[in-house]
């Protein structure tokens, strides 16, 4: 634990000190550096938004994408303040298959957080991959088609866990209760808003 903690310590300390040197040597070399041609400028503007996007960030230990969802497969989950066993229990998780979002790993720790933001670091033995979802609306209805106007087949109560299936740019199919059909994506949560499943 303390190396840890000097680990993350030396790291912020290193961070400032070469942002430090960066905006001296930034200071010091700027009236050396040539302007940039007027075309050039306005090639890379245009470029920027539609084709050049981010890589995803990875997981150091897994390398899958951070921050991904998952679903807590046992019935209890403690969440510790850091990713040890020597670390404190801060809360205990006792909902089988609650949706969490992973935000961090380290080693076999997952960091976590709920659908309230609230979290902590779970061992990755009590995750599973299983895809659920959190119904943050109440009296959702599930369609029998991804439409609005779509036939409703049953409604869902806020709080409900519910499975997740294939979803749509608005519309994810979920399980709910021995019930199958379309909710609306904006009332759930446990998937991202672009995040498409076949």
Not at 72 to 87: D, I, M, T, Y
């Amino acid at each position: 634990m303390r190396i840890w903690g000097l680990g993350w310590r030396i790291a912020a300390i290193l961070a400032v000190l070469a942002w430090t040197s960066e905006a001296a040597a930034e200071g010091a070399g700027a009236t050396q550096r040539p302007e940039p041609r007027p075309e050039a400028v306005s090639a890379a503007k245009q470029a920027t938004p539609a084709t050049v996007r981010a890589a995803p960030k990875r997981g150091p230990v897994t390398n899958l994408p951070l921050p991904r969802y998952v679903s807590l497969k046992a019935s209890e989950g403690n969440v510790r303040r850091g990713p040890s066993l020597q670390h404190r229990i801060d809360w205990v998780y006792t909902r089988r298959a609650m949706p969490l979002e992973i935000t961090a790993e380290f080693g076999h720790w997952r960091r976590v957080r709920d659908s309230d933001g609230a979290g902590g670091w779970v061992h990755y033995s009590l995750l599973s991959g299983v895809r659920t979802v959190l119904i943050e609306r109440d009296m959702v209805a599930l369609r029998h088609r991804p439409q609005a106007d779509g036939r409703v087949i049953a409604r869902v109560e806020a709080g409900v866990v519910a499975r997740l299936g294939r979803c749509l740019p608005a519309w994810c199919r979920i399980d709910a209760g021995g019930e199958t059909g379309w909710a609306p994506k904006a009332a759930l949560w446990g998937v991202g808003a672009d995040e498409l499943r076949d």
